[in-house]
């Protein structure tokens, strides 16, 4: 079998392409939680590796898919809330933080919709607006409870809900640093 040194060069060069754009694809999102360093690794990666395209994305990409993240978050939380007030077994003042915790994560699942549109036009301040609102939500509800003063009974799912927004604060600041 002959084979060119045009054609040899040719595969040559292709693979090369290839090989240096796959590591780098594989390590965009490994690189980009290490960047984050003051949040739960683990969080970050599972978060960005929620969408399978994640390893060939871009910061703003990440950012869209963070974005979902978030808002699905929110939006299991309300249903969640939802069915412990519906379980009838939370006292009065309980019962009370729950219902002020259940709009307040409304709330935000329909600002991360908002988000995704604002990311879409590529309008980063009103992203940052959403998201800003979104990082306060967690640190509300608990205080609700506390002002009830109660136990909280969403003192795990708040702070999952607080590192999922500050991955997404992070990934904005490097996309508007780039």
Known sequence: ??????????????????????VTC???????????SYVDYKLCLATLNSDPKSH??????????????????????????AMLLRD??????????????????????VGMQRAKKYMKGKKYSEVHS???????????????????KVKSVLTKQNDIFTQLTVIGIALYDMLIDK
């Open 56 to 81: 060939g994305a871009d910061l703003h990409r990440l950012e869209v898919i963070t974005i979902r993240v978030i808002q699905a978050n929110a939006s299991r939380l309300s249903t969640y809330v």
């Open 88 to 109: 009838g077994r939370r006292g009065g003042r309980t019962r009370s933080a729950l219902h002020a915790c259940l709009e307040l994560y409304e709330a935000r699942a």
């Open 26 to 36: 594989k390590d965009i999102v490994a690189e980009t939680c290490k960047e984050i």
């Open 130 to 148: 959403e998201l800003s609102s979104a990082v306060q939500v967690p640190d509300a509800c608990e205080q609700m409870f506390k002002k009830k």
């Open 1 to 22: 079998m002959v084979v060119s040194v045009k054609s040899f060069f040719a595969f040559i060069f292709l693979l090369v392409l290839y090989l240096s754009r796959g």
